[in-house]
């Protein structure tokens, strides 16, 4: 089974500052797919972006954007102009593109942001 | 678009009784579901994954007898507690993929309480 490393437990950054979230994950197939989620308080699961391995293209949303560096196995999140509102448990997940090794997600552990006002 | 509900929030039960859970697709029809188990500050855990018509896989160490999922249509699955336990108490957790979409849309949750 593949499995998704997220190093940071807890994170905290300074409102309007920028932040970077870390993800590495192992796996031997080159098609896959890469999510982050957020989960606020609420408990929510919400989707923040997400990152097709046949692109090079790094994703972005607003104030999301990921960093993707395949050969790395490395998919981090970054995000920029902190708000209040993006305080949260973030978590990265993997997805096989293989039809035949079924579509479920491989979640990391998690990293705790807070955001300072 | 890709909105997941989940029914209910909240359920308190007597250790004994069995608890239903439903989750359905809002707004589009989902093959596949899945259901997970969030226990606090922790990861989520997949407990079983259904496609609409046939019987869930579910994850080594889950007990198939305990936890009965029934994906009945493209828009409804239940995840039925039986003989509910306190150990059983967590946040529990369905989510849907749409038709050829890669993407996992997850409910609210439901946090159960078993006395």
């Known amino acids: 089974a593949q499995t998704v490393t997220q190093s940071q437990p807890e994170m905290s950054v300074q409102e309007a500052e920028t932040v970077t979230l870390s993800c590495t994950y192992d796996?031997?197939?080159?098609?896959?797919?890469l999510f982050w989620y957020k989960q606020p308080p609420s408990r929510q699961m919400i989707l923040v972006i997400r990152?097709?391995?046949?692109?090079?293209q790094n994703a972005t949303e607003n104030r999301f954007s990921v960093n993707f560096q395949k050969a790395a196995k490395s998919f981090s999140l970054k995000i920029s102009d902190s708000q209040l509102g993006d305080a949260a448990m973030y978590f990265c997940?993997?997805?096989?593109?293989?039809?035949?090794?079924?579509?479920?997600?491989?979640f990391g552990t998690g990293t705790s942001l807070t955001v300072i006002p | 678009g890709a909105v997941v509900s989940q029914h209910p929030s909240w359920v308190i039960c007597k250790s004994g009784t069995s608890v239903k859970i439903e989750c359905r697709s809002l707004?589009?029809?989902?093959?596949?579901m899945f259901w997970y188990r969030q226990f606090p500050k922790q990861s989520l855990m997949l407990m079983a994954t259904?496609?609409?018509?046939?019987?869930?896989?579910?994850e080594q160490g889950v007990e198939k007898d305990k936890f009965l999922i029934n994906h009945a249509s493209l828009t409804l699955s239940t995840l039925t507690v039986t003989s509910a336990h306190p150990e059983d108490s967590s946040f529990y957790i369905c989510?849907?993929?749409?038709?050829?979409?890669?993407?996992?849309?997850f409910g609210p949750g439901t946090r159960l309480l078993v006395l």
């Open positions: 990152q097709e391995a046949y692109k090079q």
């Open positions: 796996t031997s197939e080159s098609d896959y797919y």
């Open positions: 259904s496609n609409e018509g046939s019987k869930a896989t579910y």
């Open positions: 997940a993997y997805r096989s593109a293989l039809a035949d090794t079924g579509n479920q997600f491989y």
């Open positions: 707004d589009f029809q989902a093959t596949t």
């Open positions: 989510s849907a993929t749409p038709w050829r979409r890669e993407t996992q849309y």
